[in-house]
């Protein structure tokens, strides 16, 4: 193994020399051996210049398929981990998860929400985001999905039209289907909003059925994956 999970968890609290502490809350980057098996993963597939055939860290199954959904966060992973040693995805860690708390501040101070709820929705999302702050790839989804709902919530209010939506869409989900499965999310929010929309008295069938075709749209870019262009393969 890269390092034993009791001294990764040590050597990330030495080594993170800026760490973006939000309400007193202490960033717990690893708890276990799994960030390491994403570093080392990353680290075979640049070794090797390209997507793993088989997964050499399964011992029990030494022939079984790479999955590949997650193989552009390790490569980041990995790669920050050779420029800074195990601070960099500790660093990598923190700095997207200070990212979302930035976003949602800025989001709620645009809309002139007031400050007492400012305060508290920001509170709770450094609690709910902070019990799951390791170095792993779905701390890129925790991004790509405050994005894509604020993108959402711009063209809901009239901000943003379906086509910047869609155009911001693709590379977005694109991206995100190559870092964390969670990309998934993307059409959830979509057809939530899409529903909502079609509920909306005020604004008709019209943009719930443009939701729809934006769903078709983003969804084609899934596809475009290197494993195969398909979402999860060997």
């Keep these: 193994t890269l390092y034993s999970s009791s001294a990764a968890s040590d050597v990330y609290k030495r080594q993170v020399v800026v760490c973006f502490v939000v309400m007193g809350l202490d960033a717990v980057v690893s708890r276990d051996g799994d960030p390491a098996l994403h570093v ?3 680290r075979l597939m640049l070794e090797r210049g390209g997507l793993l055939p ?3 860290t399964c011992v029990a199954v ?4 790479f999955i590949a959904h997650e193989w552009l966060a ?3 992973l990995a790669l920050t981990h050779a420029a800074f040693g195990l601070a960099g995805p500790a660093l990598l860690a923190t ?6 708390l930035a976003l949602l501040t800025w989001w709620l101070v645009r809309t002139e929400t007031a400050a007492l709820w400012v305060a508290a929705a920001v509170i ?5 985001l902070g019990g799951r702050l390791l170095a792993r790839p779905h701390v890129f989804t925790w ?3 405050l994005t894509w709902v604020l993108a959402l919530e711009h063209w809901r209010r009239g901000r943003l039209g379906l086509g910047r939506l869609a155009a911001l869409g693709v590379p977005l989900v694109m991206l995100w289907a190559n870092l964390h499965g969670g990309f998934l999310v993307a059409f959830v929010l979509l057809a939530v909003y899409g529903v909502g929309e079609a509920v909306d008295r005020g604004r008709g069938i019209s943009r719930a059925q443009g939701s729809l075709a934006a769903f078709a749209v983003v969804g084609v870019s899934v596809h475009v994956n290197t494993a195969e262009l398909v979402v999860v393969g060997p």
Aim: one cysteine or more; hydrophobic letters at 45%; proline letters at 11%.
């Design 40 to 42: 080392a993963q990353g």
């Design 54 to 56: 088989t997964d050499p």
């Design 62 to 65: 030494p022939d079984k398929p």
């Design 74 to 76: 390790q490569l980041v």
């Design 95 to 100: 700095f997207l998860y200070a990212s979302c």
């Design 124 to 128: 709770l999302a450094s609690l709910f």
């Design 143 to 145: 991004t790509a999905a």
